[in-house]
T-cell receptor, first 114, second 112 residues
Framework: DAGVIQSPRHEVTEMGQEVTLRCKPI?????LFWYRQTMMRGLELLIY????????DSGMPEDRFSAKMPNASFSTLKIQPSEPRDSAVYFC????????????FGSGTRLTVV | GESVGLHLPTLSVQEGDNSIINCAYS??????FIWYKQESGKGPQFIID?????DKRQGQRVTVLLNKTVKHLSLQIAATQPGDSAVYFC???????????FGQGTTLQVKP
């Protein structure tokens, strides 16, 4: 298995532009998590899905952020419009019902908003 | 609210020595804990986990201790190597919510 795949690896965009981050979870995993990592706040859970359904989006900072999981093999995190303070590394992780060492992380997307 | 915090932001050890990284958690409902290692430019990597019905679990060169009385976790790394240099995070899972919540992180520096 190739693990959790995120794209793009790096994204530089201008303030006000729409940004879409993508994630392909591990096949067979039924939970998917989006995290944001910054020096100030560490790893913050933004939203997570179980069986493609959003379970908890309380970590989503603002209405500018939205996430979807149209099927078991794909999820997107969208920021519209983007702001410089959104600059961070965004990680996607997947697991099978949160058991054992199934919380596997992708390599992340480094987002820079200028 | 839920929070998981680390006592020491940076730990510096000599190669070959043992390392101990500590973590405090506040949610008594958490029943599953994980230690992750994160190297520069990479995502968190699973090291070892422990369930709340255990107080100790050993892996290869790593041991996790759980003290539920004081809500404390520790990660022990035996014979620390330069390749162990990274940021280490503890994380907790609440069976009530299914959310994986991370602590602040500790930087481990291994001196040759």
């Amino acid at each position: 298995d190739a693990g959790v795949i995120q794209s793009p690896r790096h994204e530089v965009t201008e303030m006000g532009q729409e940004v879409t981050l993508r994630c392909k979870p591990i096949s067979g995993h039924n939970s998917l998590f989006w995290y944001r990592q910054t020096m100030m706040r560490g790893l913050e859970l933004l939203i997570y899905f179980n069986n493609n359904v959003p379970i908890d989006d309380s970590g989503m900072p603002e209405d500018r952020f939205s996430a979807k999981m149209p099927n078991a093999s794909f999820s997107t995190l969208k920021i519209q419009p983007s702001e410089p303070r959104d600059s961070a590394v965004y990680f996607c992780a997947s697991s099978f019902s949160g058991q054992g060492n199934g919380y596997t992380f992708g390599s992340g997307t480094r987002l820079t908003v200028v | 609210g839920e929070s998981v915090g680390l006592h020491l932001p940076t730990l510096s050890v000599q190669e070959g020595d043992n390392s101990i990284i500590n973590c405090a958690y506040s949610n008594s409902a958490s029943d599953y804990f994980i230690w992750y290692k994160q190297e520069s430019g990479k995502g968190p990597q699973f090291i070892i986990d422990i369930r709340s019905n255990m107080d100790k679990r050993q892996g290869q060169r790593v041991t996790v201790l759980l003290n539920k009385t004081v809500k404390h976790l520790s990660l022990q790394i035996a014979a620390t190597q330069p390749g162990d240099s990274a940021v280490y995070f503890c994380a907790e899972v609440s069976s009530n919510t299914g959310k994986l919540i991370f602590g602040q992180g500790t930087t481990l520096q291994v001196k040759p």
